[in-house]
């Protein structure tokens, strides 16, 4: 549970309860919590909310299916809302769309912040215990000899027209990319920075 918890002592004890994507960071909706609706959401890890039309509990999917799984829960400085990262199952709005605001939610670039974590978690794991350990185990003159290796098989499968093998080897160096930042203790918001600094 977050710390310190919310106060739902303001407002008549409902709070605004704001539910955000937590791979692509969009925000899908608002709802409204009580307190019982927050504890359900906590111990079940699925987005509850207390509904003012039907007063009472309710489960976002209960009819639809369409679940909000959840990773994250925060409460701001004031202690008056709560944010809610979840995992959509799904559209999260009752007309279909993505969003409750009617914007695309496709984007997975924030998978890139997890992916660095699992990165991060594996440094200096057992090389036994998976191939990125493995990987920094063997040193930084691997490392960058797989991100060589990666970037020339990419460009090989540039010239041909096959987008699956293509979008592998992508895949294949931007991972090994991420590996050999790590080596490096270089955060990838780092190499962002120096992009935009370009930008201007």
């Given at each position: 549970m977050p710390t310190p918890p919310p106060d739902f002592d303001k407002s008549n004890g409902l709070l605004p309860a704001i539910v955000q994507d937590a791979v692509t960071g969009k925000v899908l909706m608002l709802?409204?919590?009580?307190?019982?609706?927050?504890?359900?959401t906590i111990s079940e890890r699925v987005v509850t909310f207390f509904s003012r039309s039907k007063n009472r509990l309710w489960t976002k999917g209960e009819t639809s299916g369409h679940f909000l799984h959840v990773t994250d829960v925060l409460v701001d400085c004031d202690r008056d809302t709560?944010?809610?990262?979840?995992r959509p199952q799904g559209p999260t709005c009752h007309t279909g769309a993505d969003t409750c605001f009617d914007e695309s939610n496709a984007s997975n670039v924030l998978f890139i912040e997890h992916l660095k974590q699992v990165i991060k978690s594996r440094k200096n794991a057992s090389p036994e215990s998976?191939?990125?350990?493995k990987l920094f185990a063997k040193g930084i003159n691997k490392?960058?000899?797989?991100?060589?290796?990666?970037?020339?098989?990419l460009v090989i499968e540039a010239k041909d027209d096959n987008k699956e093998l293509f979008l592998g080897e992508a895949a294949d160096l931007l991972f090994h990319y991420l590996v050999l930042l790590e080596a490096k203790s270089i955060d990838l918001n780092e190499v962002i920075d120096v992009l935009r600094r370009r930008h201007k």
């Open positions: 709802g409204y919590m009580n307190a019982e609706a927050y504890q359900k709560v944010l809610v990262k979840a998976s191939y990125t350990a490392i960058a000899q797989k991100v060589g290796e990666e970037a020339v098989e």
